[in-house]
Each structure stands twice: as structure tokens, then as C-alpha cells.
């Protein structure tokens, strides 16, 4: 499991912070492809009660409440939103590789924080959706002030699964995407690549626009290593003992070519991917992604 505290480093989130200062000056709003116009006013309506805590707005207490359970609780309202933003996290085992020191899924973690922390802080409405060999938690989107914390929870009390089965669960998560929004899938996308492309279709069929952040581990991509090396699958369990000097111009022509057909069928459905490491800072990683992406809109 993730500790919830390790996505939100004061630092890093300052940095987005940062981020979306910049992004402004780049494009009204970071998620621009199905927004309204900015200029559009809000309305809001009642969402549920939560206990009042120091510092709370005292406008929004429930008196009529407080007389009845002698207890403080305060109105929490959902904004009406720019769009609805669907996060799909992979959780499956090979997300787990950490050769460089930090997971695969707890990058991706981290992005899915800084994204829905960049998109609560412009009123859309964020969810998340975690993923294997099927749909392992879900969080409907919503605006509400303390989604970001629901969405942290989340995360960090769902633990990886070791199979991954990518056409089952993206056509699961495509079922609990209901309104036209923005799908981010977060993912390292190892599995058969005809299964990956029937999710993705699922997807796009139900008019989502679909941003893919393909997601390595800089080993897996490369292989820069010498010698005899214990080759361990983190989902299958299988292992394999080799000379790496034999095999690696032959793995990286394999995953220039797998890389090259995912970007092709990416390409062809009209999906944004995105390739990132996890050595990458993910604040710049980001920012690069926005002003590429402002320059297309």
C-alpha cells in the first residue's frame, strides 16, 4: 500500500502550485479541451454534512442541526463544474518495478494527486478509478472541497494486484465514466496490445476525450545493464537467467516496436499519450505535456 502522506509532500505540491501559475499564463485552465467558457458563473447545491473544525466558515454551520445534536456541522456544497475528469490508475503487479527506486505505481500516484489537485483547484470534478484484471475501487467525480482526501484514501488502502487484464478493465472503468469528460489513464499498459486497444476503443466510443500517460521504469526501457541478470515478472512470478549482452539489442528493438504500435493506435483514435520514466521530475513532466498540448488546441 501507498502512504498517503508520500503523494502529498508541502514541497511538491508547492511546486504545482507553481505549476498552475505557469499554466495559466499558457492556457485558460489546465484541462482546457472540454471546458466552457471561463467566464461562466457557478452555481452550487447541497452535497452532504461534515463536523466543523477550527478555521471552517462559520456562514455555513447548521444551526438547526446544532440544536438538535448539540454537535457543529457545516454545509458542504458541490460546485456545478468545467467538466468531469475520470483519473484510471493501474495497479496491477508490474507496477510495482522499482529499479531506480521509486515505483511505477507510486509515480503514478503521484501524478493522479497532482492532477486532480490541479483540476479541483478550477472546479472540475475529479474521480478516480483504480485498475488490474478489473475495476478494484472507484470514486465518482465530484468537486467537493475534501475529494482530494477521498481520493488519497483510496489510493493508499488499495494494494496491487498481480495480474493485470487491460481490455476487461478498461471497458469495466469505461462503464463507470456516465458523462462526456476527459479520461486519463495512468498505466504501464503491459498486457496484450489488441486487449489494450479494445479498451481504449470503449472509451473513445463513449465520446471521452483520452489522455494516456504511458509509464516506464527507465530499466525496463533500456536494459542498461551487464552481466548475468535474474530476469523476476511481477505478475506471473516467473523467472529467467541470462547474459544481458545477448539479448539487448534484441529487447530494445522489441519495445521500440511495441512502443512504436502503441503510439500508432493512439494516434489513429485520436488519444493524447504521453511517455513518461520514473525518473522524470513530474512538476516539469507536466508543464512540458501543457505547452505541448496548448499548442494543438
Given at each position: ?39 461562466v ?28 445534536q448539540r ?6 456544497f458541490?460546485?456545478?463544474?468545467n467538466?468531469?475528469l ?22 503514478g ?5 497532482a ?16 485498475f ?8 465518482a467525480?465530484r ?12 489510493i493508499a ?33 503491459f ?31 533500456d536494459?542498461?545493464?551487464d ?7 511481477l ?5 529467467l ?25 493512439c ?9 513518461l ?5 513530474l ?15
Open positions: 500500500m501507498i502512504d498517503p502522506r508520500s503523494l502529498t509532500d508541502p514541497a511538491f505540491f508547492s511546486r504545482m502550485e507553481s505549476l498552475e501559475l505557469r499554466a495559466r499564463s499558457i492556457v485558460e485552465g489546465f484541462l482546457t479541451g472540454l471546458h466552457r467558457s471561463p467566464f458563473g457557478f452555481s452550487v447545491e447541497f452535497a452532504s454534512h461534515r463536523e466543523y473544525v477550527p478555521g471552517d466558515d462559520p456562514r455555513y454551520i447548521n444551526w438547526k442541526l446544532f440544536s438538535r454537535r457543529l456541522y457545516v454545509k458542504e458541490d460546485a456545478e463544474t467538466m468531469n475520470y483519473i484510471l490508475l493501474d495497479v496491477s503487479g508490474s507496477m510495482e518495478c522499482a529499479n531506480t527506486g521509486r515505483t511505477k505505481l507510486h509515480y500516484a503521484s501524478l493522479a494527486a492532477l486532480a489537485h490541479l483540476a479541483l483547484k478550477q472546479r472540475d470534478a475529479v474521480g478516480v478509478t483504480l488490474a484484471d478489473g475495476v478494484l475501487g472507484h470514486l467525480p468537486a467537493k472541497p475534501h475529494q482530494l482526501d477521498e481520493i488519497l484514501r483510496l488502502t488499495t494494494e496491487a494486484r498481480p495480474q493485470s487484464e487491460a481490455a476487461r478493465a478498461l471497458q469495466q472503468s469505461a462503464e463507470l465514466c456516465r458523462h462526456r469528460g476527459m479520461v486519463v489513464i495512468i498505466s504501464d499498459l498486457d496484450d496490445i489488441d486487449a489494450i486497444v479494445k479498451g481504449l476503443e470503449h472509451l473513445r466510443f463513449r465520446n471521452h476525450e483520452v489522455v494516456l500517460f504511458h509509464l516506464w521504469d527507465p530499466w525496463e526501457r536494459l542498461p545493464l552481466g548475468n541478470i535474474r530476469f523476476h515478472d505478475e506471473t512470478g516467473a523467472e537467467s541470462t547474459r544481458v549482452e545477448g539479448i539487448r539489442d534484441a529487447y530494445r528493438d522489441a519495445v521500440a516496436e511495441w512502443r512504436q504500435r502503441i503510439e500508432v493506435e494516434r489513429n483514435r485520436a488519444i493524447d499519450r504521453v511517455e520514466t520514473t525518473d522524470d521530475p512538476d516539469q513532466a507536466l508543464l512540458d505535456y501543457l505547452v505541448r498540448r496548448s499548442r494543438v488546441l
